[in-house]
């Protein structure tokens, strides 16, 4: 069923058309975490996102909204086509679309190779560093080997040693208890008062809402038979996984060290790469992704005319 519009026609992002944008996606997988159907979901009421189809290609639309503030102008994510050679002319037809409709707007989120071949036609590019995924290896996770690690590793091994617990798939019956860590987890950073806090958490449980159709997966750890971490992520191709989610209770000392071992060992074993999404300009975060020695950053790019 095509439940996607053509263009300049839009359609919310439903159940029915959220599938075809997953199949889009896993015939030609974008390394970006943005075009994730985890993500797309996540936001799409957030972000206002739109759905439409040009020459073949899926394109994802942010589109304005009264009493909606994203916080950015207008934009389309990188159009998602099984033939990506007539992809900067399809952006060049969005890109003047929005600049007729609401005078400004941009693509947001293009990968470094797309924004070359762009740049290269005469369009503006500006590279987005808050806006980079962090890529780590698996393996260097799920080992914390040699000196570069030794205080992620001394951690992991704290709780090891001095917490009992159990480490358990996600299961139906523990997404509930996911969303009330969730919700602990934000009370105790003031997520309302915080507007990327409180998109984060709609996205979060927009996603363990949807976990089963969106083809998510993921762990938790328990402890006196209470959930006090977990993480989600979902399959980007055969060598990468993009962690969406990943929360603990920190009064455990050790435990997101732990989990992130754990979950690397166990739910992401059959992976070369992990991405660990963007640090969106948040200082701490930055700190926290760059302790982690991350294999390289994926530069993203906003276009424009």
């Not at 503006?124 to 980079?132: G, L």
């Not at 402890?223 to 990943?246: L, P, R, S, Y």
């Not at 000392?253 to 992990?274: E, H, P, S, T, V």
Request: one cysteine or more.
């Amino acid at each position: 069923m095509n439940s996607i519009p053509n263009f300049p026609e839009f359609a919310p992002v439903s159940k029915e058309n959220i599938q075809e944008i997953r199949q889009a996606t896993a015939k030609n997988p974008p390394e970006i975490c943005d075009l994730s159907g985890g993500n797309i979901w996540g936001y799409r009421a957030t972000l206002n996102y739109r759905v439409t189809r040009l020459e073949g290609c899926i394109l994802i639309h942010s589109m304005p909204a009264q009493g909606l503030d994203t916080g950015m102008p207008p934009f389309f994510l990188p159009p998602l086509c099984n033939d990506m050679s007539n992809a900067v002319e399809l952006m060049k037809k969005s890109l003047a679309f929005m600049n007729e409709k609401y005078g400004t707007g941009i693509f947001s989120s293009v990968p470094e190779k797309l924004a070359k071949i762009a740049m290269e036609t005469g369009l503006k590019t500006v590279e987005k560093r808050d806006d980079a995924d962090y890529i780590f290896l698996a393996k260097d996770f799920s080992e914390f080997k040699g000196g570069k690690y030794q205080s992620k590793r001394n951690f992991a091994n704290y709780f090891y040693q001095n917490t009992k617990h159990e480490f358990l798939d996600i299961t139906k019956n523990l997404l509930r208890e996911c969303m009330e860590l969730q919700e602990k987890w934000c009370n105790t950073r003031k997520c309302m008062f915080f507007k990327s806090l409180e998109m984060e958490n709609a996205a979060i449980l927009e996603m363990l809402t949807n976990f089963d159709s969106l083809g998510l997966f993921g762990a938790v750890i328990k402890i006196n038979n209470k959930v006090e971490a977990f993480g989600v992520a979902e399959k980007v191709n055969n060598e990468m996984a993009t962690v969406h989610i990943q929360k603990a209770n920190t009064d455990f000392r050790g435990i997101y060290q732990a989990f992130c071992q754990l979950f690397a060992k166990n739910q992401l074993k059959d992976y070369k790469f992990i991405n660990w999404e963007q640090d969106l300009g948040n200082a701490g975060l930055r700190k926290s992704k760059l302790s982690y020695h991350p294999h390289n950053l994926l530069v993203k790019y906003n276009v424009s005319l």
